[in-house]
């Protein structure tokens, strides 16, 4: 039996730059790990099935599941000739922008890598993960990153200062295929750069001032939620507060204890589902 724990993301920023001619958007995104996890355990099986376990009754346990094909991609790679079960303790929001199934997806190659005590090394997990969808590269490694390409290429960044992280998630979920597709071309002034050398230079008033989702228009306009959300947020006190990927969660930032309570409470009036938790990076 081995175990892992898959953190949700959010993004500090999200460039689109152009549509490429195989349908994805050129992105570029700095995103960091917070501590909401799904908890996810692996043990070997005597047949050569993959079952997943799951309570959550929004998520698929058939080969729909992003940790399904993971183990199955992970099977056929490295050849291995038994099949697993997957238990998986869902605590990240379903279809809100923080990454939830690609967490579980990277947990999961991370997980039979050691189940089967394969000894791939971490980077060429990232690569062959990359196959299965775009933000699991990053999940893979976790911590802080720059990602570019289609979001799977990964620069690895230092922890950011450390803050609280207020997690709203409105009742709608979003479909991040749905809004890049609603995203019209803009001239957006890219952010991530900037946003690295905040980070690598430990700036967070510097931090604040450059967050930016060029998706968080597009929702915003399906979703109303999303910006009453944010405006909330920075009424009361967030230090900085946005959409993270494609929505509709919001987040809203501060490095003091007392604040994140204040923020809580405040947003727990008017949000179903909130959540108060610290920035891994
Ligand atoms: P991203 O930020 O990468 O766009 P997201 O948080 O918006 O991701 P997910 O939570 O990953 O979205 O779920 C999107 C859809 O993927 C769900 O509606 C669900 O049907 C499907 N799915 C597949 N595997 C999983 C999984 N392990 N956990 C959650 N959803 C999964």
Known sequence: M??????????????????????????????????????????????????IETE?????????????????????????????????????PIAAGLAGGSADAAATFRGINALYDL???????????????????????????????????IEHLCKPPNAWVILAKPKVNVSTKTIYQALQPGKNR???????????????????????????????KKHPDVKKLIDTMLDNGADG?????????VFGLTHKERQATQLYNAIKGCCHEVYKVRLLG
């Open 241 to 249: 507060a946005m959409m993270s990927g494609s929505g509709p969660t």
């Open 2 to 51: 081995h175990f892992e724990t898959a953190p949700a993301k959010i993004n500090l920023t999200l460039d689109t730059l152009f549509k490429r001619e195989d349908g994805y958007h050129e992105v570029n995104m700095v995103m960091t790990t917070v501590d909401l996890n799904d908890q996810l355990s692996f043990e070997k099986r005597n047949d050569k099935k993959i079952v």
């Open 190 to 220: 890219p952010a991530s750069e900037h946003m690295v050398e905040a980070i690598e230079a430990g700036n967070y008033p510097m931090m604040m001032k450059l967050m930016k989702n060029d998706l968080q228009e597009v929702t915003m």
């Open 119 to 153: 000894g791939v090394d971490i980077k060429e997990l990232a690569e062959l993960s990359g196959q299965l969808g775009s933000d699991i590269p990053f999940c893979v490694y976790g911590g802080t990153a720059l990602a570019t390409g289609r979001g799977e290429r």
């Open 56 to 92: 959550h009754q929004y998520v698929p346990s058939d080969r729909r599941n992003l940790a399904y094909q993971a183990a199955s991609l992970m099977i056929r790679t490295y050849g291995i000739d038994t099949g697993v079960t997957i238990v998986i303790e869902k605590n990240i």
